[in-house]
């Protein structure tokens, strides 16, 4: 199954002088299981595209698909089975602690499954395995104030939130904007730990290359409202021309492995993390 973009267009203030083209017949799939990045300068269409995945921006053109399904479909019968699959579909929005409003944590993850008309029972046991799934403990945090929270800590209870009502997707607006080292570091982990050990597919904004290089399995890079590529990112890095033309840098391992290798030490310079670094630099040394 699979999240699929079939030639989607999206146009900003449409008949206006301020008419402007975000999404530009874009074609994408996004299959389940996998961790897909989406790059690119700001006003590339990143957030446009991450929108249009649960139904929160409707294509001026073309459709979005979630496992079959049209979520923008106009005929009654559709429009049940779009709700359904929109469903299917988390998302977590840049800056997500804006989201949060109520006294108390549990109650804050618990509004999500009480709308979707579920007994208390179901939605206090959604709470407490929503709150295992961040690392967040239910007995420690369950009735603090989430404004007590670092900031971390309440990205990761609003993610809580939206995994409470147990989407197959999980769609992440640049999870790590604005976090200290400390909380950007814990939070990447959590959503690592989500994809690994819960199976949930992953959809995310960055502008850190390497976040992408350390997470994703499929590089989607945006410019100008178009599609420009999509693979790999190993595949991605490698495409130099194509980076210089989208603004985009390789992650800093690989920038210092090519400067090593400038200065004549036979490094791998396709490492993307650096893990793979290190390991061509033992190569390179005979280091155990």
Not at 74 to 84: L, T
Not at 138 to 145: L, N, T, V
Request: charged share 25%; aromatic share 6%; net charge negative.
């Amino acid at each position: 199954m699979s999240i699929e973009l079939r030639n989607v267009k999206y146009i900003y203030m449409p008949k206006t002088p301020y008419e402007r083209i975000a999404l530009d017949d874009v074609n994408l799939t996004i299959e389940e299981g996998s961790f897909t990045a989406i790059a690119g300068h700001t006003g590339s269409g990143k957030s446009t595209l991450v929108q249009h995945l649960n139904g929160l921006l409707q294509p001026a053109a073309g459709e979005v698909l979630v496992d079959g399904v049209n979520i923008n479909a106009g005929d009654k019968e559709g429009r049940i089975k779009a709700w359904h699959a929109r469903q299917q579909v988390g998302m977590v929005f840049q800056y997500a602690e804006t989201q949060l409003f109520e006294e108390t944590i549990a109650q804050d993850i618990a509004f999500g499954p009480r709308n979707q008309g579920l007994d208390e029972n179901e939605v206090g046991e959604r709470v407490r395995q929503a709150m295992e799934l961040v690392g967040l403990d239910y007995q420690k945090f369950r009735d603090m104030s989430p404004f007590a929270l670092s900031g971390g800590q309440m990205r990761r209870v609003a993610m809580a939130g939206v995994l409470a009502m147990r989407p197959k997707y999980l769609v992440l607006d640049e999870p790590a904007a604005g976090l200290d080292p400390r909380g950007r570091d814990e939070l990447m982990a959590e959503i690592q730990r989500l994809h690994k050990k819960w199976k949930l597919t992953i959809v995310f904004v960055s502008h850190s290359m390497e976040d992408i290089a350390k997470m994703a399995d499929k590089m989607v890079v945006m410019q100008g409202g178009k599609l420009r590529a999509a693979g790999s990112p190993a595949e991605i890095f490698a495409q130099d021309d194509l980076l210089q033309e989208t603004g985009l840098e390789k992650p800093q391992i690989m920038q210092i492995l090519a400067q090593l290798q400038q200065a004549g030490l036979p490094v791998d310079t396709r490492a993307i993390t650096p893990e793979a670094g290190l390991r061509s630099l033992r190569e390179v040394f005979h280091l155990c």
